[in-house]
């Protein structure tokens, strides 16, 4: 096993960082009393690591001597970073034998504690003495910054005083975005979809990295990046929707980090793009395992309300309150085997939704005329639609959570969870208008919906149905009409 940096000792099992200070910084890291090669220990066991936990340990070890490259390179002590100050005064302790925090509780100016000092300032303990210069002419005097910062290492125990980097937050989110994923993703079909997707703001949170360089996490420094990255994002993009994309994902990695790591950072809670398009609210969809089946049940219960029950079986063509209340009984085609949502709309919005089972028929035929919700219900507002709604999702599953249009998104969901997702036809099914006018968009244009398509409605309709029960009323109807029969 061959790594980069890694020192191991023929007598010793204890590995260790190993790395040479560049010619053009060798001399001042001399002058300073720099031990050149560095070596740091990785704290691992040769006997037992392995190489994944080694090359992890390699990396953490590179980025602190960068951090001492970076602070040798400036010739003046203000421009240094703190991360990089404190990183090479942490690694100037180690050097010296010291561990973090070997002052910890240890009286000041006390013997233990000057002799440690001392020792590891060596040389430049007395520094500051008139005839300092003239005993060490080679030698040049250690900032006074620097000996505070090793000072604070040294008393500071590990944790206590831990700054952190743009990289931390953007690695430590991306392993929290993976790890929710992993555990939300029910089938094998879902989580390669959501991880593919999710290589896309990958990129995007890379991207703003190479723009913003590796800054220190402060409440200061996210502010003003986060701000001029927008700035940039505004002169890349002429759409500002597309801006606001890109700009999304590193502010919602940043604002996690500090939520959860870095508690003292605060980040701005929303940076606004001129032309934006107001951010759709997130909607909670039915648990598919505990949920759901309650749901399914519900609907095929009489006790429940008509239009609650509608809706139920809306779930599975996307179809909203405002949809069921617009489509009348006569756009019920019972020998096809499907119902035109939304009949009262424009001729080009309509979009077939399948007759699930012969409750879902009963339902939809339950009035002789008029509107499928009944003729009172025509009359309602939106409000009283989605409180009906509302109060009977949250009283079937205790999730006061729920609302209205969990029920359409659910839809989606199975959808997604069965691989089927991004198909044409579901589009099609939950009335999904594209940018681009392509077919999807014109599926009604002609007044009627064409036997093939019908088909392949209720495939999906069926393979998003397989999992649940078959609560149906009176089965043995399904052989007398053209209802799509789903037997599982």
Known sequence: ????????????????????????????????????????????????????QIVAAIERKREKFQSLLRFLSNTDIDAVAKQDLETSAELWVNQQGYQR???????????????????????????????????????????????????????????????????????????????????????????NRKLYEFKKDEKRLEHFLDYTGNQEFTTAQCSRELKRYKLHLLDQYENPVTAKRHLTVPCAALRWFSNEVAVDVVIPSSIKIDGQQRAGAIRKVLDVEA?????????????????????????????????????????????????????TKRPHR??????????????????????????????????NHSKILKTHLAQITGDKELDPYSLRHTGKHLADIKGVGESQYVKIMFGWKNKKRDY?????????????????????????????????????????????????
Request: charged share 25%.
């Open 350 to 383: 309509c979009r077939p939704a399948v007759i699930v089972n012969d409750t879902h028929l009963q339902l939809l035929t339950h009035f002789k005329a008029g509107s499928i919700v009944g003729p009172k219900r025509v009359n309602q507002t939106s409000a």
């Open 440 to 488: 999807a968009d014109k599926y009604a244009a002609a007044g009627h919906f064409a036997a093939p398509l019908i088909k392949e409605l209720r495939a999906i309709t069926a393979l998003m149905l397989e999992d649940l029960p078959d609560y149906d009323n009176n089965p043995d109807l399904l052989h007398q009409t053209n209802v799509v029969p789903l037997r599982r």
């Open 291 to 343: 949920q759901l089946p309650l749901i399914w049940k519900a609907a095929h219960d009489p006790a429940y309300d008509h239009f609650f029950r509608l809706a139920v079986f809306g779930l599975f063509s996307g179809s909203t309150a405002s949809e069921l209340v617009q489509t009348e009984v006569e756009d019920v085609k019972t020998d096809k085997g499907y119902v035109v949502m939304g009949g």
């Open 101 to 191: 925090g070997a002052l910890y509780g240890i009286e000041k100016f006390s013997e233990p504690w000057v002799e440690a000092l001392d020792h590891t300032l060596g040389l430049h303990f007395n520094q500051d003495h008139p005839e300092w210069a003239k005993t060490y002419p080679k030698l040049q005097k250690l900032p006074k910054e620097f000996i505070s910062a090793i000072q604070a290492i040294l008393e500071t125990r590990e944790h206590d005083d831990t700054h952190y980097v743009f990289t931390d937050a953007i690695n430590a989110y991306k392993d929290h975005r993976n790890k929710e994923i992993h555990r939300a993703a029910q089938t094998d079909a879902e989580l």
């Open 1 to 52: 096993m061959k790594i980069k940096n890694l020192k191991v000792r023929p007598d010793s099992p204890a590995l260790a960082f190993q790395a040479k200070i560049p010619k053009a910084l060798s001399g001042r890291a001399l002058m300073l009393g720099l031990k050149n090669p560095v070596v740091m220990s990785l704290g691992l066991d040769g006997n037992t690591a392995s190489e994944a």
